[in-house]
């Protein structure tokens, strides 16, 4: 046929269809006979087939070469990446560096949570902090109570306790961060800035500091819950079981192992025992930040206590998450 008889036939634009007979040509499924009116011809069904398996088997080899290229870099990248990345404000641009801290955690997530917020009440539940939760990941939030007064986050709290997150409550929460396996975080460039730019902090001194910053205050916030009926109840800002009770004391005072172990009538590879679910609980990494801290407790320097506004605010705050 000629271009005005296949264009008459298929109903299109000679013009459009002069460009798809360029690309036809160009895979070699069609050529074009010399003489006027040029006449199209279809390539025979063997010779259009293996035209177009050579056309994808390029395409192919074109991408195995960039997997390698695109892997050298990623290596390189891994060694040379910034300790410190600053995300654009826009809400996309940070929405993805979220995202994907949740869907790489594996072991926990630190977050502190204040106003203001981005939008006046919390969105649907996030399904990648859900997923994480089925993989065992342990959330601990630290809540500053203005966030109590927000519409909607109360309900928020609630689900997150009985979804399996540990909440407390301090109203001394500087920033609003989020720490994902102690290894990558996230908090605004400006406190109380919501919308504006965030910085993204890796595996570095300042990060490390910032996880202290956060165990320090987990030890003096108060254990928040809620009631069948939805009210709160407060708890104390750290209680031990109380075969680790007798063993603070030991451990405040200075006492050896084995000294601790005779006294407490135990063996010392059940006061080891004991000594990490202590370690745990504080959150400490060695035998003298356990002994500091389980002092602190004991004098009461740990305990918090103060009049918080839980009620709920009247009207929307106009905060935002």
Not at 25 to 42: D, F, N
Not at 74 to 87: G, N
Not at 207 to 227: E, I, K, N, T
Request: include cysteine; charged fraction near 25%.
């Amino acid at each position: 046929m000629t271009q005005a008889e296949l264009s008459a036939l298929l109903l299109v634009d000679e013009t459009t269809l002069g460009e798809d007979i360029t690309e036809l040509e160009r895979l070699g499924l069609v050529t074009l006979a010399p003489g006027q009116p040029v006449r199209l011809h279809a390539a025979p069904p063997d010779i259009a087939v293996e035209a177009l398996l050579n056309e994808h088997q390029a395409r192919l080899q074109r991408a195995r070469a960039a997997i390698a290229d695109l892997e050298r870099e990623r290596v390189q990248a891994a060694d040379q990446r910034p300790v410190v990345e600053v995300i654009d404000s826009d809400l996309e641009a940070k929405r993805q560096p979220y995202s994907q801290s949740l869907e790489r955690a594996t072991t926990e997530v630190l977050c502190l949570v204040r106003p203001p917020f981005m939008v006046s009440s919390p969105g649907p539940r996030e399904k990648s902090r859900a997923e994480a939760r089925r993989r065992g990941v342990r959330f601990r939030n630290i809540v500053h109570p203005e966030t109590l007064q927000v519409p909607g986050w109360r309900e928020v709290l609630q689900a997150d306790i009985e979804d399996g997150e540990e909440v407390r409550l301090l109203p001394s929460i500087p920033f609003k961060m989020i720490i994902t396996d102690r290894a990558l975080g996230l908090l605004p460039l400006e406190a109380d800035a919501p919308t504006g730019p965030v910085l993204l902090l890796r595996r570095s001194a300042v990060l490390d500091a910032l996880c202290g910053l956060f165990d320090s205050l987990w030890a003096s916030a108060v254990p928040l819950s809620f009631h069948a009926d939805g009210s709160l109840s407060l708890g104390h800002a750290q209680s031990f079981a109380p075969q680790i009770d007798a063993l603070v004391s030991l451990l405040a005072a200075g006492i050896n192992d084995k000294a601790a172990a005779e006294r407490l009538g135990i063996s010392e590879r059940t006061l080891m025992r004991r000594m990490e679910s202590l370690y745990q609980q504080l959150n400490a990494k060695s035998r003298f930040q356990a002994g500091w801290m389980a002092a602190l407790q004991a004098s009461g320097v740990g305990s918090w206590s103060a009049q918080v506004p839980l009620k709920p605010a009247p009207g929307n705050t106009g905060l935002a998450a």
